[in-house]
């Protein structure tokens, strides 16, 4: 879906939305007539009373309370967060986050690993690493980590901060007791704790769990101060929120949509922090109410930040149109039952907005070009007529020695050369563009299935031709072929000659190297003597 969602920016981007003659703008303005935007709905999940560790778990635990008698350590050891939420919900969690009451995670980390070593356990322990605390971009705690049993395991200490005036950012941090380490975390949901000593559920908060129970996304302190501390909760409330559809608290709305916080966001958060955040909404199940949550709390441009100067305007809703988009994709994938996706996460957002790759923003451009290139293909694909494609100049002079009867299957096949194994993304883009004689009277579901069976036919007719895997299709001759058949030095005319061989080999594919060279030296022959 990553894919789909950019490729919806960077469409818009390419056009004027204002032109209501716009197939794309039609399209999607439909679809916001037909129904409205998608909104969480409250869920009720099953929380169980008691924690049931599994034996990797146990002997974790075992292990830490062991480290503990070994060094004579007066050390409270919790579980904290995610774990624990997790655990309740009789979800599998393979990350574990230690919380101490009187000792730096480090030092702690280290004593663990020095009584597994001497015990002849320290082999099953990977990594001794640590990440160092940056309050200037929200990130508080220095944390000591390490892999054990195939368990991410973090370790530090319980907090207690002191602000000054105007400012987020701790001028103080001392060891704090769980009620303030716990009223310090993003959610209530996320606050609970484990006690590794008494094997018990710790709520200091006195609504973790009834909050769990009743599916609520709830700050633990007033939301702005939360979101002030660290302004990423933000995007963390709404990706817990879609991830167990529950209901995002009315205070919290308020508060994630004021001009303080989405300043603090911009500011304080580091773009891989945002990145990261936005990638795991959009790889879940629920991306489009991830990003209707981000469009109705208008945090959109701050997520999906734009160059300082860029062009063309965007028009008012703008982002309403992506998410109606993404919703239109997601829906006609869950049609397409069958067909396999490959999906990745314009340039600027997603290599420096969000910091992501650089080859994901060339892959969304590339699929961009493509979709506009599948919609001139798509009648001639979909039909049972000999039908030639119409406005294909990205390919003029390449096919202008192939036969009408071939045409067809050397354009696509060139086309699905470029994008690969992504041609099938390609292709559902160019059918979420493509006209398909829609009514006032349709409803959004019989839309839908049209565009399916559009899709299934034109992919019926891609694998008919054998093209499915014509990118790996090795060409009959090469550039030194050439170069020795024709007596040319390598450059430009060479390439030229190799791009018509491959539509040659295209519009015959079972004939043979001889056969190509043959067709090389008659056609070379007769453009000399136009020549």
């Not at 608290?249 to 994630?256: G, H, Q, T």
């Not at 879940?284 to 305007?313: E, R």
């Not at 883009?429 to 493509?434: A, F």
């Not at 006032?440 to 399916?452: F, G, I, P, V």
Request: proline fraction near 3%; hydrophobic fraction near 40%.
């Amino acid at each position: 879906m990553c894919s789909v969602f950019f490729l919806t920016l960077n469409l818009l981007f390419h056009m004027d939305v204002k032109d209501n003659n716009n197939h794309f703008y039609a399209v999607v303005s439909n679809l916001l007539r037909l129904r409205p935007m998608s909104v969480a709905t409250q869920h009720v999940l099953q929380v169980r009373d008691k924690i049931k560790l599994s034996d990797i778990e146990r002997r974790i635990f075992d292990r830490l309370l062991a480290s503990l008698r070994h060094f004579n350590l007066q050390t409270q050891v919790r579980v904290a967060g995610g774990w624990v939420r997790d655990k309740l919900l009789a979800k599998d969690c393979y990350d574990i986050d230690i919380a101490l009451d009187n000792m730096m995670g480090t030092e702690f980390a280290h004593k663990v690993k020095e009584y597994l070593v001497s015990i002849g356990e320290g082999k099953d322990v990977r990594g001794d690493g640590k990440i160092k605390s940056n309050p200037d971009r929200s990130k508080h705690l220095e944390t000591a980590t390490m892999r054990w049993f195939d368990m991410q395991i973090d370790f530090v200490n319980l907090r207690s901060e002191e602000y000054i005036e105007n400012s987020r950012i701790p001028s103080k941090q001392s060891f704090g007791t769980p009620e303030e380490d716990a009223c310090r975390r993003d959610l209530t949901i996320n606050s609970l704790f484990y006690n590794i000593h008494t094997d018990s559920v710790e709520d200091y908060t006195k609504r973790g769990i009834s909050d769990l129970k009743s599916g609520r996304i709830v700050t633990p302190l007033p939301p702005k101060a939360t979101f002030l501390d660290d302004p990423l909760r933000v995007l963390r409330a709404i990706r817990f929120g879609v991830r167990f559809e529950f209901t995002l608290d009315e205070d919290l709305k308020v508060a994630a949509a004021c001009g303080d916080v989405k300043d603090a966001l911009a500011a304080k958060v580091s773009k891989e922090r945002i990145g990261k955040e936005v990638d795991l909404m959009i790889s879940g199940n629920q991306a489009v109410k991830a990003m209707t949550h981000i469009c109705d709390l208008t945090l959109f441009w701050n997520v999906f930040s734009l160059p300082p100067v860029f062009k063309p305007a965007i028009s008012d809703g703008c982002e309403r149109l992506c998410v109606a988009y993404l919703d239109t994709a997601w829906n006609l994938i869950h049609l397409l039952k069958e067909s396999t996706f490959k999906v990745p996460v314009v340039n600027y957002i997603i290599v420096d907005s969000l910091k992501q790759k650089g080859e994901d923003a060339k892959m969304v451009l590339d699929l961009h070009r493509a979709s506009h290139k599948f919609l001139s293909l798509i009648p001639c694909l979909a039909s049972n007529e000999d039908l030639q494609p119409d406005d294909v100049d990205w390919m003029r002079g390449l096919i202008d020695d192939v036969s009408i009867a071939s045409r067809v299957r050397v354009l696509t096949g060139f086309l699905l050369r470029e994008i690969k194994d992504l041609w099938r993304v390609a292709l559902l883009v160019s059918i979420l563009l493509h006209p398909i004689g829609i009514n006032d009277t349709e409803d959004e579901s019989s839309q839908l299935h049209k565009r399916r069976d559009l899709f299934n036919t034109v992919e019926s007719s891609i694998i008919k031709l054998g093209l499915d895997n014509v990118w790996e299709v090795k060409p009959l001759i090469s550039g030194e072929d050439i170069m020795n058949v024709l007596q040319l030095k390598e450059g430009p005319l060479v390439k030229e000659w190799k791009e018509k061989s491959m539509a040659w080999q295209l519009a015959n594919p079972f004939r043979t190297t001889e056969e190509c060279i043959d067709w090389l030296r008659e056609t070379n022959s007769k453009r000399v003597k136009l020549e």
